[in-house]
């Protein structure tokens, strides 16, 4: 709710910029500049309320972690190992709740790889 205020105080610049930080792996910002520039460049192009629509939508959606120890499937949690948002402890939660997963963490990337 936080971030929903400051995009209708602030405008959506600063939460994009901050939003890219928490997004990416640091060594993406040398070795992939056009892949998160055009993440970026969405991102700007993204009206302010659609940004507050989907943050609402994030607030409000169900928990459904604590449904997984009842999932019977293969599952393959993959995470970043420089993940700001899921980071790789919380993937390692989700593997101790689940049966027949297996957890990946990929290195070099956060929370999009690129």
């Known amino acids: 709710m ?5 995009i209708r105080e602030k405008g ?3 939460y994009v910029e901050q939003s890219i930080q928490n ?3 640091a060594a993406s910002f040398d ?7 055009s993440v970026k460049e969405m991102m700007n192009k993204t009206t302010a309320q659609s940004m507050c629509n ?5 607030s409000v959606r ?3 972690c604590s449904k997984l120890s009842e999932l019977t499937m293969p599952i393959l949690i993959l995470v970043g190992k420089e993940d700001k948002i899921t980071p ?3 993937a390692g939660l989700m593997l101790d709740k689940t049966q027949h997963s297996t957890l990946v963490i990929v290195e070099h990337a956060g929370h999009l790889a690129i």
């Open 31 to 37: 070795t992939k500049p056009m892949e998160i520039g």
């Open 23 to 25: 997004l990416f792996a």
């Open 62 to 64: 169900r928990e459904t």
């Open 54 to 58: 989907t943050l609402h939508a994030l």
């Open 2 to 6: 936080a971030a929903i205020e400051s």
């Open 12 to 14: 959506a610049e600063l």
């Open 88 to 90: 790789p402890k919380v």
